[in-house]
């Protein structure tokens, strides 16, 4: 079983930088892909990143590409989202999660993750 605790969230505003990081504990999370979800308030989940195992390969929502920067380090077990030209529509809760390689035509799916962590709050005012 994997845990996964977001940490780094808060209240910034428009332009601003936020650095999220995930740890996980319970066992190596070496051999799963990690990936960054969001929800705004009155809106669906939404898929933001996804790294892969090694980290060589990284993905992104179109709404955040260039602005935000996934990476991993797996000897710490921590994946991190680096944030940067914040937007007031980035604000929602952020999760962090863990699982399987899949196509990347299906990374982007919730089911596609095993494992989940609690969410941090992100706040961008305008």
């Known amino acids: 079983q994997v845990q996964l605790v977001e940490s780094g969230g808060g209240l910034v505003q428009a332009g601003d930088s936020l650095a999220l990081s995930c740890t996980a504990s319970?066992?190596?999370?070496?051999?799963?892909?990690m990936g960054w979800f969001r929800q705004a308030p009155g809106k669906a989940r939404e898929f933001v990143a996804r790294?892969?195992?090694?980290?060589?390969?990284?993905y992104y929502a179109d709404s955040v590409k260039g602005r935000f920067t996934i990476s991993r380090d797996n000897a710490k077990n921590t994946a991190d989202l680096q944030m940067n030209s914040l937007k007031p529509e980035d604000t929602a809760v952020y999760y962090c999660?863990?699982?399987?390689?899949?196509?990347?035509?299906?990374?982007?799916?919730?089911?596609?993750?095993?494992?989940w962590g609690q969410g941090t709050q992100v706040t961008v005012s305008a």
């Open positions: 999660a863990a699982g399987l390689p899949v196509r990347s035509s299906t990374m982007h799916l919730q089911g596609s993750y095993l494992y």
């Open positions: 319970g066992r190596s999370v070496s051999t799963l892909a």
């Open positions: 790294i892969t195992q090694s980290g060589s390969i990284t």
